[in-house]
């Protein structure tokens, strides 16, 4: 139920606190946060995942309401690094600007985002060098692209792929079959928010073999059998709005 300009806020149940963050009045949503603020963190974030559910990072429109969840994240000293990468690629300017904000207060707290499990941070004092059999594809810095476009493996032989994300944007590899980036692009993106939880690797029987979401310094040793069937194979990056230029061509050769 939604809470009227003049109505108490103290006292109301989460849930109601966070629907208030959607008034377009300034003093209920001040109310609100401070009244959010005073709640067990735990149950606080727990709830904010589930709001965070209802909007779209693409939608010019939503960002400010995923703008306050992410200050929520910061008044209770909780690191949300998926979020605040989706508001720093926001439709919206004044998200990006918040995000620009927070992302300063959590890289100056060294608040370093946790990787996948199958996922390594590049030491720079002691670098790891790719397999020296591995393809490798890296993460262009600041430029929303990967360091090759096309490379060719043979049909039904081994395939390893060594990628590395030098890039501040968190970014994945994801190989499907020939002229499938678009819909594995979409189902990536239908999954919201909830996507951080699996990579935004959405599930496809379109996907051959895919990297987990990796982060800055991160990097991946992909394995994979080929194709059996020639032809050329699509790969991209699957975060929201990535693949349009985060994209290639894996051809499968005959024998």
Not at 170 to 182: K, R, V, W, Y
Request: glycine share 6%; charged share 20%.
């Amino acid at each position: 139920r939604a809470l009227q300009p003049h109505a108490a806020i103290d006292g109301q149940p989460i849930p109601a606190l966070l629907k208030a963050l959607e008034s377009p009045i300034d003093g209920i949503r001040y109310r609100a946060r401070v009244e959010l603020s005073e709640r067990n963190t735990a149950e606080v974030i727990a709830a904010t995942q589930t709001w965070l559910q209802r909007f779209d990072p693409a939608r010019a429109a939503d960002a400010h309401h995923m703008v306050e969840a992410l200050w929520l994240h910061q008044q209770h000293n909780v690191v949300n690094r998926g979020l605040l990468n989706l508001l720093l690629v926001s439709p919206n300017p004044h998200a990006r600007i918040a995000a620009g904000r927070v992302q300063y207060f959590w890289d100056h707290k060294a608040s370093a985002p946790s990787g996948p499990a199958a996922a390594r941070t590049v030491d720079a004092a002691k670098r790891v060098e790719p397999d020296p059999d591995a393809i490798v594809i890296r993460a262009v810095v600041d430029q929303m692209k990967f360091d090759r476009d096309r490379f060719t493996v043979t049909a039904g032989g081994r395939v390893k792929i060594w990628f590395e994300n030098p890039d501040y944007m968190p970014h994945n590899l994801i190989i499907g079959q020939p002229g499938s980036a678009a819909e594995i692009a979409a189902a990536a993106e239908a999954l919201k928010s909830m996507g951080f939880a699996v990579g935004f690797r959405p599930t496809s029987d379109k996907i051959v073999a895919a990297s987990n979401l990796l982060s800055y310094g991160e990097y991946q040793l992909i394995e994979f059998t080929a194709p059996s069937a020639p032809g050329d194979y699509d790969f991209l990056c699957t975060f929201p709005n990535h693949w349009r230029t985060m994209r290639g061509v894996m051809r499968v050769a005959s024998k």
